[in-house]
């Protein structure tokens, strides 16, 4: 039986790692970044963040003021388990003070703040059902400078592949420097409006350094990023070589007359943390 105390306790925890550390994965493309990088100023950037990064992890403090809002992927194997959405409201309130994380959940027209980032529908959860003997838990903190520059486009199915990559283009030429990068894509195509949206915040948790399965799919994705790389806007708009980390896409079937397209934008703190719980109460960090 995996008890409540248990899942609060794992989420405080993923809390804390994904705000005060990076995934391996972006660590190591920021560092590749900055061995490449030839503009001075670009370079300096990312020195900076590199820095940051480092004494954040020391002092087991946020990488970024903005510790974004509390989005959750659940995935439930075949455990008895207690109630999933109050602990991870527990925990999230819980966090939210040990960690500190920032309160940034507010109400969304009345702009009230209740302090835990704690509210409706957030903390926002995902759910999966699987067949492991485990739950599977990924905590995925989303800043607000990089969310606000997703953008969904319903092409026409003629626009084809040619289209997507024009749209991703854009997309990334219109946010500048606002998402602060160098920053991580995620791309969904297919499926509907909302499924497209969702693909493209799920292509997000897939390490950068892993190919999608198809390899279709797989030189979409280096072929965005090279193109992003190539636009010249760099580490926080200065100028340089490194404009995007990664790419990631994911894709679903969709109807024969339509063709969305969602590009969902992660800042360089593409933070993400990850654990599995089993049965005997071991946390298993991912």
Known sequence: MITEEKIKE?????????STTLPSDVLAALRDAYE?????????????ILDNVDIAGKMTKPICQDTGVPLFYVKIGKVEHGDIGKAINEGVSDATKIVPLRPNAVHPLSRKNPGNNVGRNMPY????????????IIAFPKGAGSENMSALG????SQGVKGVKEFVLNTVVKAGSNPCPPTVIGVGIGGSADISMKL??????RPI????EEPEIAKLEEDLKEALNMLGIGPMGLGGKATVLGVNVE??????ASLPVAVNVQCWAARRAGCRIYSDGKIEYL
């Open 251 to 256: 894709y679903a079937y969709c109807h024969t």
């Open 209 to 212: 350094t892993q190919r999608h």
């Open 154 to 157: 319903m092409l026409v199915p």
């Open 200 to 205: 493209a915040k799920e292509a997000l948790l």
């Open 10 to 18: 794992a989420v405080v925890g993923l809390l804390q790692r994904a």
């Open 125 to 136: 959860v995902n759910y999966k059902v699987i067949s492991e003997p485990y739950m599977e």
């Open 36 to 48: 490449k990088e030839e503009s001075p100023p670009a370079k300096m950037q990312l020195k900076a």
